[in-house]
C-alpha cells in the first residue's frame, strides 16, 4: 500500500537558518505530493504541491522538488522566520478507482526561535 | 468565504459514552473526507462522502463508527461506544473537483476519551 515516512521531531532552529524535512514515499502509479502545515490552533493549510516527476512546487519560501528516482519530497527553506513554526506534514494523493484520500506522514514540529 | 468548520473543537467523554462529531464543508464542495490523527501519528484517513453517498469508506475502523451526511452538506461521526483508543484529532475536509487531492481542512476536533 501507500506509505509516507517523514523526518521525526521536534526540530528546533534559530531564526534565518536552513531548514530541511525529509519526506520519502511508497506507492504505486505517479502520485501526486503535497506539503501540508498547521500552524497553532488551525486547520492544516495546503503549503505546496507538485503533480510529475521533476516539478517544483513552492511557496512563502518553502520549496520542495518531486524526485522520482530517490521517491522523495523534501522540504526546504532557506532563512526561517520564528512565524514558520508549526507542524509540517508531507502527504501523496494516489487514485485507486474513484478514492482521492490523502496519505500523510506523522508530522514533524517545528519551532523556530527568535 | 468562509473555510471548513468542526465542533466541538474539543470534546472530553468516559469510556461507554457516545459522541458525534459535526463538520460543515465550504459551500458548494461536494466532496467531504473525514480523517484522523491518533497519539501523534499520522494522519490516516477515514471515510469520504460525495454529496450524500458514502464513496469509499476503507479507513474507518469498525462499526463503532458511523458517518452521515445527509442532504449532502454538513457531516456527521458518531462513536458509540467510544474506547479509549478513540483519543486524538478528528479533522474533516472538502473539495470542490472531484479528482482533486487539495482539499481544504478544518481545524479539527480534539476527542479524549478517559
Known amino acids: 500500500g501507500n506509505s509516507v515516512t517523514q523526518m521525526e521531531g521536534p526540530v528546533t532552529l534559530s531564526e534565518e537558518a536552513f531548514l530541511t524535512i525529509n519526506c520519502t514515499y511508497t506507492a504505486t502509479g505517479y502520485p501526486s505530493l503535497f506539503w501540508y502545515v498547521q500552524y497553532p490552533g488551525e486547520g492544516l493549510q495546503l503549503l505546496l504541491k507538485a503533480t510529475k516527476a521533476d516539478d517544483k512546487g513552492s511557496n512563502k519560501g518553502f520549496e520542495a522538488t518531486y524526485r522520482k528516482e530517490t521517491t522523495s519530497f523534501h522540504l526546504e527553506k532557506g532563512s526561517v522566520q520564528v512565524s514558520d513554526s508549526a507542524v509540517y506534514f508531507c502527504a501523496l494523493g494516489a487514485s485507486s478507482g474513484s478514492a482521492r484520500q490523502l496519505t500523510f506522514g506523522s508530522g514533524t514540529q517545528l519551532t523556530v526561535l527568535p | 468565504e468562509a473555510g471548513v468548520t468542526q465542533f466541538p473543537s474539543h470534546s472530553v467523554i468516559e469510556k461507554g459514552q457516545t459522541v458525534t462529531l459535526r463538520c460543515d464543508p465550504i459551500?458548494?464542495?461536494?466532496?467531504l473526507y473525514w480523517y484522523r490523527r491518533v497519539m501523534g501519528k499520522e494522519i490516516k484517513f477515514l471515510l469520504h462522502?460525495?454529496?450524500?453517498?458514502?464513496?469509499?469508506e476503507s479507513g474507518m475502523p469498525n462499526n463503532r463508527f458511523l458517518a452521515e451526511r445527509t442532504g449532502g452538506t454538513y457531516s456527521t461521526l458518531k462513536v458509540q461506544p467510544a474506547e479509549l483508543e478513540d483519543s486524538g484529532v478528528y479533522f474533516c475536509?472538502?473539495?470542490?473537483?472531484?479528482?482533486?487531492?487539495?482539499?481544504?481542512f478544518g481545524p479539527g476536533t480534539r476527542l479524549t476519551v478517559t
Open positions: 462522502f460525495v454529496k450524500e453517498s458514502k464513496q469509499d
Open positions: 459551500s458548494g464542495h461536494d466532496n
Open positions: 475536509a472538502s473539495s470542490q473537483e472531484p479528482g482533486s487531492y487539495e482539499q481544504y
